[in-house]
């Protein structure tokens, strides 16, 4: 079991690293479409993952309250919501064509504060990747390594363009190839560490499982509704996102049911 969570915390960090490594073969930025299709298809793969291997799960240890067994997912929802509202209001960050930053004043350079948005929103996958492995640790029997291993999955999948549209962009803004790729590659390092810690708490609050996996699920919700889905459509070709949504949320509902 020791290799199996290993390597579900190692995976999304994995494709956030990938996809910082195309810094060093595209010559160019990326187009404003292919911007907007990879923006697209991360959302669809974080809208599946926190239906399919968070708020599912969450109902489902919940059945004993029978038709109230919602109650505990909708708390947590709310309570992921409002966390990562409050990391909005005091990190400063700025987003990708954003002209203005973020969160409280700062001095901090443009680069750094789009490094800090990202980490922003991998702060809930890698929550919701160690509110997961926490379950499987604890012998949850509603969670399998299959539906772990998905949910590991489907967080790199969309880690990897994740990776690429802030190391492109880093490069282009003069920083060193080299540079941009560690500081779009360490953007991820908070998954992993952000799993780790939750791995941890959550030892102490099994009985809250329900609440812990809708709260990283509410988390991941944020997160989509309200940078990802704007940046995608925003101005032209707003279809090209809508389209790869499509794709990334079928290929997460695949995953999560394949193998679990």
Known sequence: MFKEVCLGLLIPFAGTALGSSCVFTLRKGLSDRVQKALTGFASGVMVAASIWSLIIPAMELS?????????????????????????????????????????????????????????????PEGMAVGVVYAGLLSGNSTITIGGALALAIGIAIQNFPEGAIISLPLSANGDSKMSAFMKGTLSGAVEPLGALLTIFAAGFFVPFMPYLLSFAAGAMIYVVVEELIPEMSEGKHSNIGTLTFSVGFILMMALDVALS
């Open 63 to 123: 059945e004993g309250m029978g038709k109230l067994s919602f109650i505990p997912a909708a708390i947590g929802f709310a309570l992921g919501i409002l966390f990562l509202l409050f990391l909005d209001m005091v990190i400063p960050h700025i987003h990708m064509n954003a002209e203005k930053a973020e969160g409280p004043k700062s001095k901090l350079k443009k680069n750094t504060m789009m490094v800090l948005a990202v980490t922003l929103h991998n702060i």
